[in-house]
């Protein structure tokens, strides 16, 4: 088989996916992505997932499993800390131990790069993992490193929609909302209300950090600090009308920091909000009638407002 790098889309390709296919097209090895999620994709997920796994994890196994015939290589990387002081969930620092487990694959058809943190060592090290057994010099793969994350860094986040009547903040880890088949509905419904959709991934990582500054003693999870700083940040600005954070069920980290984030920013901040826990056994009825009832609930508070304004008793 000729060489063809394997990427899953999911868990921390919706992190980082931009930044691994600008490094791979700048080292001119083809890539090959598993698509969207879809119900064949989850149900195999789900058959070869531990009952304890959460969801992503369930579906990262079924965008494994559906690459495994057409790629000489599966690229997943372990990456267990990048900003210091904040770690990434143990599943992703596992993800390749869960996968050669999984599916008995040899060292050789996993790239498998160590990310413990961003120093040059680690770097360094990590585009000779990947270089190494695709027969590239890794000389040529820091060059390509360097040029795709400067690429990334420079990708500036979608403009607002002027034209949108109102602004919903969703908020969860990106596996998630960036996800088709999880958050696909959601996004249909408020287009249909002429409602924008604003996510953490619309803000420069610089704003999300600054403001998550304020919880570094008591969240230990990088990415549930980027949910935190994110909430921070929706919670302070005027033209949010609502908020919904969306979770997997069997998130360890969710459980914990969604109960915090509501006890300490969401209802002291006096806006609408609404926590959405997923599972694979969530149906899209169900979803749509929750977050139905809390645009509604959200509309009505907005004409209210726009009334009292009116009489200048706001």
């Known amino acids: 088989m000729s060489v063809k790098v394997g990427i899953p889309q999911a868990l921390l390709y919706h992190e980082f996916g931009g930044f691994w296919l600008e490094f791979f097209q700048n080292i001119r090895v083809p890539v090959?992505?598993?698509?969207?999620?879809?119900?064949?994709?989850?149900?195999?997920?789900?058959?070869?997932?531990i009952d304890e796994s959460c969801i992503p994890l369930k579906v990262y196994l079924g965008h494994v499993e559906s690459l495994l015939n057409t790629?000489?290589?599966?690229?997943i990387p372990r990456?267990?800390?990048?900003?210091?002081?904040n770690h990434f969930c143990a599943k992703l620092a596992g993800l390749p131990d869960i996968v050669q487990n999984t599916f008995r694959l040899t060292g050789k058809e996993l790239l498998s790069p160590n990310i413990e943190n961003s120093s040059q060592a680690t770097v360094v090290k990590a585009v000779r993992t990947i270089c190494q057994p695709l027969g590239l010099?890794?000389?040529?793969?820091?060059?390509?490193?360097?040029?795709?994350?400067?690429?990334w860094k420079d990708n500036i986040p979608l403009q607002s929609d002027h034209t949108a009547k109102a602004k919903i903040a969703v908020i969860g880890h990106s596996y998630i909302i960036k996800d088709v088949f999880f958050n696909n509905d959601i996004e249909k419904f408020f287009k249909s209300q002429a409602v924008e959709i604003i996510t953490p991934?619309?803000?420069?990582?610089?704003?999300?950090?600054?403001?998550?500054?304020?919880?570094?003693q008591d969240i230990y999870w990088q990415l549930s600090m980027k949910i935190a700083g994110a909430t921070r940040y929706f919670c302070r600005q005027s033209d949010i009308a609502g908020i919904i954070m969306v979770s997997s069920f069997g998130c360890g980290p969710d459980s914990l920091v969604n109960e915090y984030l509501e006890h300490h920013i969401l209802k002291p901040s006096n806006k609408p909000h609404m926590v959405i826990t997923i599972d694979e056994h969530t149906g899209n009825a169900g979803l749509i009638t929750r977050v139905e009832?809390?645009?509604?609930m959200v509309s009505r508070r907005l004409k209210l407002?726009?009334?009292?304004?009116?009489?200048?008793?706001?």
Do not use: V
Not at 305 to 314: F, P
């Open 201 to 216: 991934n619309d803000l420069p990582n610089k704003t999300i950090y600054e403001e998550a500054k304020a919880f570094r």
């Open 79 to 85: 990456i267990a800390q990048y900003y210091p002081d």
């Open 71 to 75: 790629c000489s290589h599966i690229f």
């Open 32 to 49: 090959t992505l598993s698509g969207n999620t879809n119900k064949q994709i989850l149900d195999r997920g789900m058959s070869l997932a």
């Open 305 to 314: 407002e726009d009334k009292l304004s009116s009489y200048g008793l706001s």
């Open 137 to 151: 010099s890794a000389i040529s793969g820091q060059r390509a490193y360097y040029q795709a994350r400067k690429a």
């Open 293 to 296: 009832a809390f645009w509604d």
